[in-house]
């Protein structure tokens, strides 16, 4: 690992942010967080995913005197953002059970010599008392605790060890909290400072609106045909496409390779060197891939430029789907998802949230939460205000960055058919999935609708005005609502709640949303702005392949891609010149300066 610079004393947030990270303003809520904390405040930060959390505790933790210790729950998080502060000469390292022998007799070296600036660190290792009595002893500038939504029981990032961190306050008196998450939920929130005993920290909330994400969700017609549509308008980008179950994160992926789309598979079952070979290759960015995952894939994947994220199945709540979501893009730069949603999805996670171990009035929260994602699925309205309402803000106009907004929805009166679907649900006695529903409204003889004499129903053949297709939607749709569900002992067989009794005797309208067919943007649209040049954005890419492998980190540590897009927009001709560029702090000129200078020249010659 290379050398850190020292870093003058004295420099305060803004020096160090113009010369360490070699950037020249601060965002949105930065600033406040970090001047709150540079007073010795404590902090509770909720930024969306790309906000710049990092930056909130990374500089007044390197701006105030002392050892800034960061919890964080996944060592290959930690990994990364130390091989980040690294290249940017911060002297920075992990306590974890990945680390060498020596390399755990350099950091205590450091530590007793006080010559850390950021100590990365998982709870349970901070958390034992011989280590904390030592802490104790030290000075120590801020703890930051990292994606401290895992303090939740609610999320389904929970860990007990985050529990333990409310002994901080106690342990480090007058050394300042800050608790970092992106995680938008309410109820998380209060969690959060009850949980880590923060209750006098003040709260810093950004907005939670991605804009540079572009939403798509559809219903599943064919997945692998609408999968494969999709990403021939990324070809050339990595992205992370998410299934349901293992089996179905093997078969994509060997399917996806089949059609000469690189794509590896990420789950639980994997052999952990294969999994970690591909977690490795999928960030270290140097070729596109796609990464076929269960949701075992995700907190704390911090790879700045995936371009896209797509479910291949619902997830289970707004939450998980934001969370998911929010890992495209991370870099500003434009990404998009798809969702695909059917039915049987639908179904199968309320099913899993009814039969799940929780107690009841859990389960009633998971309800609602996944109520919330159907709700946004069917909307014919934008998806980004109806998402943002869920999370309590308000987007006045609509986004122009979504399918509905691209493609507007029709709605249609469906109260009529919705009626005559009730009544073929209850005339067969509410024991029957939609299939056989869907035969007896078209009229359908099967060996089925013929056994239990449904031929003779006044409901036989009453729905022909509707295809196979609507009809699903129109079930589909009813279910989303909540006007039917699924009977707990038959699987699949659908009943009537209270919600359809209005609907069924004609005393409430029902107006559903149209399906359409998701018009994706051509790759024109969000081709990654590089100043025109992109046969230079492309020779600096190969520079910096060729530097991160040598360095063994992931490209972007080295530079992100907006960095190697300034760079090819302002093509200097200086080391003074391409200083200005911005990402390029001073360690990275030191580091990098030359090499890039002379990959332009050759480039221009
Ligand atoms: P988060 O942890 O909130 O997801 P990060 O801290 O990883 O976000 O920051 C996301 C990206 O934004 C990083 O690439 C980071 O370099 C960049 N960034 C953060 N703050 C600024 C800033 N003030 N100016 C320019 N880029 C920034
Ligand atoms: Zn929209």
Redo the contacts with the bound molecule.
């Keep these: 690992m290379d050398a850190a610079v020292a870093l003058p004393i004295t420099a305060g947030p803004d020096e160090v942010?113009r010369t360490v990270?070699g950037?020249?303003?601060?965002?949105g809520q930065?600033e406040a967080v970090i001047s709150h904390v540079m007073d010795g405040g404590d902090a509770i930060v909720l930024?969306?995913?790309?906000?710049?959390?990092?930056?909130c505790y990374q500089l007044p933790a390197m701006c105030r005197p002392g050892l800034g210790i960061i919890v964080s729950p996944l060592i290959a998080l930690m990994r990364n953002q130390v091989a980040a502060m690294r290249q940017l000469g911060v002297n920075a390292a992990a306590l974890n059970s990945a680390i060498s022998a020596e390399e755990r007799g350099r950091i205590w070296d450091d530590l007793r010599a006080d010559r850390l600036d950021l100590l990365y660190v998982a709870p349970e290792r901070l958390m034992i008392p011989d280590f904390l009595d030592f802490l104790s002893g030290r000075q120590v500038s801020l703890i930051a605790i990292d994606e401290a939504h895992c303090v939740s029981q609610w999320g389904h990032d929970f860990r007990k060890e985050y529990l333990m961190l409310a002994e901080l306050k106690e342990r480090f008196p007058g050394v300042p909290r800050v608790a970092?998450t992106?995680t938008a939920d309410v109820q998380s929130r209060a969690e959060i400072r009850q949980r880590l005993a923060l209750e006098g920290a003040e709260m810093f909330i950004s907005s939670f609106d991605r804009p540079n994400i572009r939403y798509n969700i559809t219903p599943k017609a064919s997945p692998m045909r609408q999968l494969l549509a999709f990403l021939k308008t990324h070809e050339g980008e990595s992205g992370i496409v998410y299934c349901l179950s293992r089996n179905a994160v093997e078969e994509t992926a060997a399917a996806l390779n089949n059609h000469g789309i690189k794509a590896l598979p990420y789950h639980a079952k994997l052999p952990p060197n294969t999994r970690a070979a591909n977690q490795d290759a999928f960030l270290a960015g140097e070729e596109a891939l796609v990464l076929v995952a269960t949701i075992a894939f995700g907190m704390g994947i911090?790879k700045?430029d995936v371009r896209f994220v797509v479910h291949m199945d619902l997830p289970g709540s707004l939450e998980a789907f934001y969370q998911e979501t929010g890992r495209a893009g991370?870099?500003?730069a434009p990404a998009e998802t798809l969702l695909l949603y059917g039915m049987q999805d639908l179904m199968l996670r309320k099913k899993m949230i009814t039969d799940g171990e929780a107690p009841e009035e859990v389960k009633r929260v998971e309800l609602g939460k996944m109520e919330s994602l159907l709700g946004v699925c069917e909307t014919a309205g934008c998806r980004r205000q109806a998402i943002l309402s869920c999370f309590g803000e308000i987007l006045p106009e609509p986004c122009g960055n979504c399918d509905s907004c691209i493609t507007p929805a029709e709605t249609w009166d469906a109260t009529t058919p919705a009626r005559k679907a009730l009544s073929a649900m209850l005339r067969t006695g509410q024991r029957f999935g939609v299939g056989h529903l869907v035969d007896v409204l078209l009229g359908v003889e099967t060996e089925k609708t013929t056994r239990f004499g449904h031929d003779k129903l006044p409901t036989f053949g009453v729905g022909k005005e509707l295809d196979k297709k609507a009809w699903q939607s129109l079930f589909r749709q009813l279910a989303a609502r909540g006007v039917v569900e699924t009977d707990h002992d038959q699987y699949g067989a659908l009943v009537m709640t209270q919600a359809g009794r209005p609907i069924l005797r004609g005393e409430e309208q029902i107006h559903l949303r149209r399906d359409v067919k998701v018009r994706v943007s051509k790759r024109a649209d969000r081709a990654f702005a590089a100043g025109g040049d992109t046969a230079l954005f492309e020779v600096l890419r190969q520079e910096r392949a060729r530097i991160a492998k040598e360095q063994k980190v992931p490209a972007y540590v080295i530079f992100?891609d907006?960095t190697l897009a300034a760079i090819a927009e302002a093509k200097p001709s200086s080391l003074a010149a391409l200083g200005e560029v911005?990402?390029i702090g001073r360690s990275k000129l030191e580091r990098y300066g030359e090499t890039i200078l002379a990959a332009l020249a050759q480039a221009a010659a």
């Design positions: 942010l990270f950037l020249r303003g601060f965002r930065q930024m969306p995913t790309g906000g710049g959390k990092s930056l970092l992106a911090d700045p991370r870099d500003g992100h907006a911005p990402g």
